[in-house]
């Protein structure tokens, strides 16, 4: 897959792609319909996604608190696995926000990208003010040469499956129904970084990511799936891992840790992805280090029983 953090100075070897276009937050099973119908009109044109960095949401409440699913690199590799063959990150700036729906339509797909073909959800909106509507986006392609598609929404029970539905259910500490509207486990990315090596002291050491700029799920434990993205110890493992701030040790800034089962070996510096298979028991505070392993052994052997009929799983 080609990344394209600049697409304003495109080769044209990587322009006349067939797109989806919206942020893809989750990557789940409604963009999934927006990504398949671009690669079913796109009369053999390359694969493509239009998206935005940072989020728009982000720009325009700088000061929220976290909301996305994933990170830029963590949705690019899920849009690798699907077969994405260019990626356009538009940069979300000030001087994007201010083009009106025709000027982003021009000098951003046409000028810029050179699109074959887009398809964009029902409720997809574009442009300053957002005033473009998907029916104003295909009138406009009409006009201007390329092809454009309006995917329905997808709904799951009657409820429209969306990213704010899926951080609902990692909120309440439903990983399953969050994995059920997405298509794949919910996973956190990142570089191993280095902790404050209680874990190794009381024999669980663990693989620790920060997770500052993500939406929180319930904090506790979960069952998890490890895979190890790159270095000496590549490939894919089970694990126990804890989201949370550690209340028994007076700490509020929250990270994951992982302990890896059946693991031996050095891990700082590894990118790897965690991906929630089951929320196991809510955060706790502990009256004693011992009571805290005695309860790590126990949710240990909890995590392997939920693990077993899902190790292997995307």
């Known amino acids: 897959m080609h990344r394209h953090k600049d697409p304003y100075s495109l080769a044209p070897a990587h322009k006349g792609a067939s797109v989806a276009m919206g942020n893809f937050d989750g990557v789940h099973r409604g963009h999934r319909t927006v990504i398949d119908l671009a690669l079913a009109h796109g009369g053999g044109a390359p694969l493509g996604i239009v998206t935005f960095e940072p989020h728009p949401r982000s720009f325009f409440a700088a000061g929220a608190p976290p909301f996305r699913l994933m990170n830029a690199d963590t949705r690019a590799h899920r849009l690798e696995k699907i077969g994405v063959q260019e990626l356009y990150e538009i ?6 926000s201010s083009l009106s729906a025709e000027e982003f339509v021009d ?3 046409v000028e810029a990208l050179g699109i074959a073909h887009v398809v964009v959800g029902a409720d997809f909106c574009f442009g300053k003010g957002r005033s473009g509507t998907a029916q104003m986006l295909a009138e406009m392609g009409a006009a201007r040469g390329f092809g454009v598609t309006i995917a329905p929404l997808v709904t799951e029970d009657a409820q429209a499956i969306s990213s704010t539905a899926i951080r609902k259910a990692l909120t309440d500490g ?11 486990w919910h996973r956190i990315d990142g570089p191993v970084i280095h902790g404050a090596k209680r874990g190794r002291d009381l024999g669980f ?6 997770v500052e700029d993500l939406h929180l799920p319930r904090f506790g434990v979960y069952a998890v799936l490890f895979d190890v993205l790159d270095g000496p110890h590549k490939g894919s493992y089970q694990g126990a891992a804890s989201i949370g701030s550690r209340p028994m040790f007076g700490e509020n800034r929250p990270n994951l840790e992982t302990y890896v089962l059946d693991f031996k070996g050095d891990l700082y510096g590894a990118e790897v992805s965690v991906a929630l298979v089951s929320f196991e028991r809510p955060e706790m505070k502990f ?3 011992d009571a805290l392993v005695a ?11 939920s693990l077993a009929p899902h190790f292997g799983r995307p």
């Not at 940069?91 to 994007?96: E, R």
């Not at 129904?177 to 997405?182: N, S």
């Not at 050491?205 to 920060?210: C, K, S």
């Open 174 to 184: 439903r990983p399953e129904d969050a994995a059920a509207m997405l298509g794949h």
């Open 91 to 96: 940069p979300f700036d000030a001087t994007l």
């Open 295 to 305: 309860q790590m052994k126990r949710d240990v052997d909890a995590c392997r029983t």
């Open 107 to 109: 000098r951003v797909l």
């Open 205 to 210: 050491p663990t693989a620790n990511l920060a």
């Open 287 to 289: 009256d004693s280090l």
